[in-house]
């Protein structure tokens, strides 16, 4: 490891517990690289996680960190910041923990527009209990719950974010780790709540349900499949299909949950 | 680049062995020893470092330990 990232690994749980070519621990970089490159002060950091292999990074990372339940971590970590509001707050969570057991702390977390950044380490199964399918797991795949192959449709993550009202709103994938290290350092930046979905890689059970190969060919379709927004807004529908959009969807100023909340007590307390 | 100091170095300790530095240099720095990425080609490094930050397991660094440029 870098020396001058050292600092913000927990080295003595290292090496961590991911498969060999498991996507986790390059988002688990890029976090650190883009807190790193924005100079942020790590004692005013707080890093909540919930239950899944992706929500075991907070407790590789050196940072004030919550280990939580599954699919609450966004629940936790609103409470951080109403208690605290000087910390910056990092959600990091697996697809099931966000999207199904903790989808309605994620739409209702959006819709309050709180200034929390969640990075959503997206492997499109539950890899922690060995391969279910999740509500990111794309139509017509396999999981251990999907012998025949999946009919339920999946969420598009970022319009759900969009729609149910987060404020800045992007997606990257482990290939592309430049462009995601900088996704991460604008949203973390950004004001309100911040949504970073990352289409990681779990060989182990997604890979091996679809006979995807090793670590390497799941990276060379990460790459093959991806096309920025840019690229996506000319590509006739068709063509759409299987692909990965990454880039930055959408970014807003609104209202921010905590500072209204502030707001409120004191006209409660007749500061107005 | 072939600088006094730099170098390329993989902890390997801390490698799993999962081959994604080796596919993804893109001047072929690395070559695979029964799956080890072994640097057989120093000099073609452009220190883009997108080995070290696509490592899992962060276990290369690119430019020696007290390299610091980004
Ligand atoms: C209340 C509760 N229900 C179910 C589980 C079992 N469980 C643990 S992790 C997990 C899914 C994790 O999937 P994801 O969030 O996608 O993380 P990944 O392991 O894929 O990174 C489930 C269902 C649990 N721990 N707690
Ligand atoms: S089971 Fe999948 S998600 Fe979990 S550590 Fe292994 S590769 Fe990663
Ligand atoms: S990317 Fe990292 S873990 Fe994978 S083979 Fe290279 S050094 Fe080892
Ligand atoms: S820094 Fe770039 S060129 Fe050098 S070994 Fe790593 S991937 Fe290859
Ligand atoms: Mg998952």
Known sequence: MRKSLEKYYRIDKLPHIWCPGCGHGIITGAVVRAIDNLKLDKDKICIVSGIGCSSRAPGYLNFNTLHTTHGRALAFATGIKLARPDLKVIVLTGDGDCTAIGGNHFIHACRRNIDITTVVFNNSIYGMTSGQYSPMTPLGAYATTAPYGNIDRNFDLCKLAQASGATYVARGTVYHVPQLIKIIEKALQHKGFSVVETLSICPTYFGRKNKLGSPVKMMEMLRDNSITVKAAEKMPREEMVNKIVIGEFFEENAPEYTEEYMKIIQRAQGEE | ?70
């Open chain 2, 1 to 70: 680049m072939s600088e006094k100091n730099f170098e390329i170095k993989i902890n390997e300790k801390a490698c799993k062995r999962c081959g994604i530095c080796i596919a993804f240099c893109p001047k072929k720095v690395f070559s695979s020893e029964n799956d080890k990425p072994v640097v057989v080609n120093p000099d073609a490094c452009t220190k883009c470092k997108l080995c070290e930050i696509r490592c899992p397991d962060f276990a290369i660094v690119v430019g020696g330990d007290d390299d610091d440029d980004k």
